[in-house]
């Protein structure tokens, strides 16, 4: 299994970025994905999720109405649409996968939010 994210970088407050996850060694369009964030001193939490077939989506409080996931099972990508960015959006982006109670991650992407 390997999950590469990209697109992160510098951006300033009220910008957009896109990022994505490219996975591999696995079949993608079997499995819900997820988006997760950590800023420095604190824990790794859940930015947003979506389901096999990109039914469903669930999103934190904190990024309702400002981003959007999506996929593209033909691309096995997952993406994050992040507009509105605000300075406590600052974090390392990783994507994650869950098959058989065991966890995937990526190495993730930095996005940084500031002017």
């Known amino acids: 299994v390997q999950l590469v994210e990209s697109g992160g970088g510098l951006v300033q407050p009220g910008g957009s970025l896109r990022l994505s996850c490219a996975a591999s060694?696995?079949?993608?369009?079997?499995?819900?994905m997820s988006w997760y964030r950590q800023a420095p001193g604190k824990e790794r939490e859940l930015v947003a999720s979506?389901?096999?077939?990109?039914?469903?989506?669930n999103y934190a409080d904190s990024v309702k109405g400002r981003f959007t996931i999506s996929r593209d099972n033909a691309k096995s990508t997952v993406y994050l649409q992040m507009n509105s960015l605000k300075p406590e959006d600052t974090a390392v982006y990783y994507c994650?996968?869950?098959?058989?109670?065991?966890?995937?991650w990526g190495q993730g992407t930095q996005v940084t939010v500031s002017s």
């Open positions: 994650k996968m869950r098959r058989w109670a065991y966890d995937y």
């Open positions: 060694g696995f079949t993608f369009s079997s499995r819900d």
């Open positions: 979506i389901t096999a077939a990109g039914g469903s989506t």
